[in-house]
């Protein structure tokens, strides 16, 4: 008989029916009757269902009584109403099997609560409890949104590579990749001779895969990439990974306008989809970790986004009444507490923030006519300040090559990206999105380490 996820039993009307059920036990509870009441998920969903095991059963003395947490089981039964409270149906068990057993006396995932500090120490079994079970089919069920909302809108999924020759960002903190051998690098001039490496040259991992993703955007028209990126920066705040997944849509003959309508539009479609097909787990979210989740998440649907540009951004924060930790003025990358204070106490409402200085911009976004600030868009969401960034890019190769020279970058090493504004260049805009903090911001957990199976850290690589 094939087995039938828990999911699938707990919302079947099919009472009578004989269903068999995979999964490991939560808790167990014998009665004096004779009767043993298990408690067993599957990861399909967060309710537990209720098996009921009867004396009778061929191996109740030798097995059934002693199942403990963890321990994993196959059970054949029929379905029935069940007399107990916050339960519509359980399993009348007619055969139990033991796959695993689970020592009660080391198992660490007692019933009980326990820290995310804790948990991260055991990330292999952190999926069972309730939590992260949760984050799990949350983020499922938000990467199939991704895909649905470009894909209905006729954009073309894209793989860039992992590996570049490339800094997007122009920030330098890359991971380098290398075939050497650390005790006998070979050298020229005192430095890696890089040409005796695997590639020929430097090599790194990606920290964006916008360039690329613009070559075929110039081809093709809309695309989009979503897959990881790492960034080598030292920070080991609850914001900051290492290894993360992005989201980049690129599109052909688009500007600034188009782009902050698409963000806007990206965001609503994806905390609707939450709302509507992840209600179970939303609401634990809302229940155990932040009261205000599901409230937050029908306001951004609702409402309208405020334009604010950089400069009024900014004049605002200079006169406010308000003791930040981080000083304001002209010129300065905004922190996340300048972000959530013009959204939370200003206007009160999600802003798509324009217009940035060119200098704490990377070199590919487009200079606006005052030649002071580039074509630049954050959206800003409460509690968590900049969610998207994204900007109109610079399709003028002259204007381009002079900003990867003030960027100290050489350009030679993007040779094919100003080419591309010598042959049919186009506006063209794009945004990128970390699927990790989009994940937070949805869940209401405060650490990213919450929010991705196995984070990568500085001074961390367990699992």
């Given at each position: 008989?094939?087995?039938?996820?828990?999911?699938?039993?707990?919302?079947?009307e099919?009472?009578?029916?004989?269903?068999?059920?995979?999964?490991?036990?939560?808790?167990?509870?014998?009665?004096?009757?004779?009767?043993?009441?298990?408690?067993?998920?599957?990861?399909?969903?967060?309710s537990?269902?209720?098996?009921?095991?009867?004396?009778?059963?061929?191996?109740?003395?030798?097995?059934?009584?002693?199942?403990?947490?963890?321990?994993?089981?196959?059970?054949?039964?029929?379905?029935?109403?069940?007399?107990?409270?916050?339960?519509?149906?359980?399993?009348?068990?007619?055969?139990?099997?033991?796959?695993?057993?689970?020592?009660?006396?080391?198992?660490?995932?007692?019933?009980?609560?326990?820290?995310?500090e804790?948990?991260?120490?055991?990330?292999?079994?952190?999926?069972?409890?309730?939590?992260?079970?949760a984050?799990?089919?949350?983020?499922?069920?938000?990467?199939?949104?991704?895909?649905?909302?470009?894909?209905?809108?006729?954009?073309?999924?894209?793989?860039?590579?992992?590996?570049t020759?490339?800094?997007?960002?122009?920030?330098?903190?890359?991971?380098?990749?290398?075939?050497?051998?650390?005790?006998?690098?070979?050298?020229?001039?005192?430095?890696?001779?890089?040409?005796?490496?695997?590639?020929?040259?430097?090599a790194?991992?990606?920290?964006?895969?916008?360039?690329?993703?613009?070559?075929?955007?110039?081809?093709?028209?809309?695309?989009?990439?979503?897959?990881?990126?790492?960034?080598?920066?030292?920070?080991?705040?609850?914001?900051?990974?290492?290894?993360?997944?992005?989201?980049?849509?690129?599109?052909?003959?688009?500007?600034?306008?188009?782009?902050?309508?698409?963000?806007?539009?990206?965001?609503?479609?994806?905390?609707?989809?939450?709302?509507?097909?992840?209600?179970?787990?939303?609401?634990?979210?809302?229940?155990?970790?932040?009261?205000?989740?599901?409230?937050?998440?029908?306001?951004?649907?609702?409402?309208?986004?405020?334009?604010?540009?950089?400069?009024?951004?900014?004049?605002?924060?200079?006169?406010?009444?308000?003791?930040?930790?981080?000083?304001?003025?002209w010129?300065?990358?905004?922190?996340?507490?300048?972000?959530?204070?013009?959204?939370?106490?200003?206007?009160?409402?999600?802003?798509?923030?324009?217009?940035?200085?060119?200098?704490?911009?990377?070199?590919?976004?487009?200079?606006?006519?005052?030649?002071?600030?580039?074509?630049?868009?954050?959206?800003?969401?409460?509690?968590?300040?900049?969610?998207?960034?994204?900007?109109?890019?610079e399709?003028?190769?002259?204007?381009?090559?002079e900003r990867?020279?003030?960027?100290?970058?050489?350009?030679?090493?993007?040779?094919?990206?100003?080419?591309?504004?010598?042959?049919?260049?186009?506006?063209?805009?794009?945004?990128?999105?970390?699927?990790e903090?989009?994940?937070?911001?949805?869940?209401?957990?405060?650490?990213?380490?919450?929010?991705?199976?196995?984070?990568?850290?500085?001074?961390?690589?367990?699992?």
């Open positions: 008989m094939k087995r039938t996820r828990i999911v699938e039993v707990l919302t079947s099919k009472v009578g029916t004989q269903f068999m059920i995979m999964g490991w036990v939560r808790t167990k509870r014998d009665s004096k009757a004779g009767l043993s009441f298990l408690e067993v998920n599957d990861g399909s969903c967060l537990n269902l209720q098996i009921i095991a009867d004396e009778k059963l061929s191996n109740y003395k030798s097995e059934i009584l002693k199942l403990q947490t963890g321990c994993s089981i196959k059970a054949l039964g029929v379905l029935s109403a069940s007399p107990g409270k916050g339960q519509k149906v359980e399993l009348q068990a007619e055969e139990i099997a033991v796959f695993g057993w689970a020592d009660p006396t080391v198992y660490p995932l007692q019933k009980k609560r326990h820290s995310f804790f948990l991260r120490t055991i990330a292999h079994l952190r999926p069972r409890t309730n939590t992260f079970g984050v799990a089919r949350l983020r499922n069920a938000m990467s199939n949104a991704i895909h649905t909302f470009f894909q209905d809108r006729g954009f073309i999924y894209l793989h860039t590579p992992i590996i020759g490339s800094d997007c960002e122009g920030a330098g903190e890359m991971f380098k990749v290398t075939t050497f051998d650390m005790d006998q690098i070979p050298k020229k001039d005192g430095h890696p001779d890089f040409a005796m490496d695997f590639f020929g040259q430097p790194n991992l990606t920290v964006s895969g916008q360039l690329e993703a613009e070559i075929y955007a110039l081809a093709i028209g809309d695309v989009y990439t979503f897959g990881p990126t790492f960034r080598a920066e030292n920070s080991n705040t609850s914001r900051h990974l290492a290894e993360f997944w992005m989201v980049e849509p690129e599109m052909a003959f688009c500007d600034i306008k188009g782009d902050m309508e698409l963000a806007v539009d990206f965001l609503k479609y994806i905390f609707s989809f939450v709302l509507k097909n992840c209600k179970e787990d939303i609401e634990f979210f809302n229940r155990f970790i932040d009261s205000s989740v599901i409230e937050t998440l029908e306001c951004i649907i609702s409402q309208g986004f405020e334009t604010l540009t950089y400069t009024e951004g900014i004049e605002i924060l200079i006169k406010a009444d308000e003791k930040f930790e981080f000083p304001v003025n010129g300065v990358n905004l922190q996340s507490e300048h972000e959530r204070y013009l959204c939370e106490k200003v206007l009160k409402k999600p802003i798509v923030m324009v217009d940035y200085p060119k200098e704490i911009k990377p070199f590919y976004m487009k200079v606006n006519k005052d030649e002071k600030t580039v074509r630049a868009m954050d959206v800003l969401v409460p509690k968590i300040g900049e969610i998207i960034g994204g900007s109109q890019r399709d003028d190769y002259d204007t381009l090559l990867i020279k003030e960027m100290n970058l050489n350009p030679d090493d993007y040779w094919w990206y100003l080419e591309l504004r010598k042959f049919g260049s186009v506006p063209h805009a794009g945004f990128g999105l970390g699927f903090r989009l994940i937070q911001f949805v869940t209401g957990l405060s650490n990213i380490r919450d929010v991705i199976p196995f984070p990568r850290t500085p001074g961390n690589i367990s699992f």
